[in-house]
């Protein structure tokens, strides 16, 4: 279960990508492929970019880059002004996989569709809550109060980051131990 405090693997993992021990993150770690969503996300967050600097959030973007989807991503932020809130890492894993869930405060998936998304439940066993689109099925996080499960579209993303923002330290923690009894139950 995820530490309270910054644990040695969120300082090095935050070491690692030059980010401030004070940023918090909202991660997406999945294939960069276009029916993953990012560039609807990404469009969203261009609309939200001065909230995510007040608010001291970054959005990280872990994964294996397909159809070279990651560069039309990157010059999507970089025309828009967005590096210092959305980072790019590349591929994680074992223990950097692990490392980067634990260095999350929320984790979200814009997908158009999943099955299941094993990595809703990867990111809810490391106590992380979830934002993710009803397009997966995932109305459990509602439910066991461990996430969001929205429309896809920009108004929903936008709102529900805004209300992720709105949201102090331990209530996202609360939301993460809920998400990591769910896993023990059920999963």
């Known amino acids: 279960i995820k530490k309270n405090l910054l644990s040695n693997e969120q300082a090095g993992f935050k070491t690692k990508y030059s980010i401030d021990k004070n940023t918090r993150v909202l991660l997406f770690l999945s294939r960069i492929h276009p029916f993953k969503g990012l560039q609807l996300l990404l469009k969203s967050i261009i609309k939200i970019k001065e909230d995510f600097r007040k608010n001291n959030w970054i959005f990280v973007i872990a994964g294996i880059d397909e159809l070279s989807h990651e560069k039309k991503l990157k010059a999507l932020v970089k025309e828009n002004g967005i590096q210092d809130i959305v980072r790019f890492i590349g591929p994680q894993y074992n223990q950097d996989k692990i490392d980067t869930f634990d260095s999350a405060d929320?984790?979200?998936?814009?997908?158009?569709?999943?099955?299941?998304?094993?990595?809703v439940t990867e990111a809810l066993a490391r106590g992380i809550p979830v934002i993710t689109t009803k397009e997966t099925p995932w109305n459990e996080l509602e439910i066991e109060n461990c996430g969001w499960w929205i429309e896809r579209s920009q108004e929903d993303f936008i709102s529900t980051i805004l209300k992720l923002f709105s949201k102090?330290?331990?209530?996202?923690?609360k939301m993460g131990q809920n998400g990591t009894k769910l896993v023990e139950r059920k999963y």
Not at 168 to 173: A, E, G, P, V, Y
């Open 106 to 119: 929320c984790f979200i998936l814009p997908s158009k569709a999943e099955n299941f998304g094993i990595v």
């Open 168 to 173: 102090d330290k331990t209530h996202l923690i």
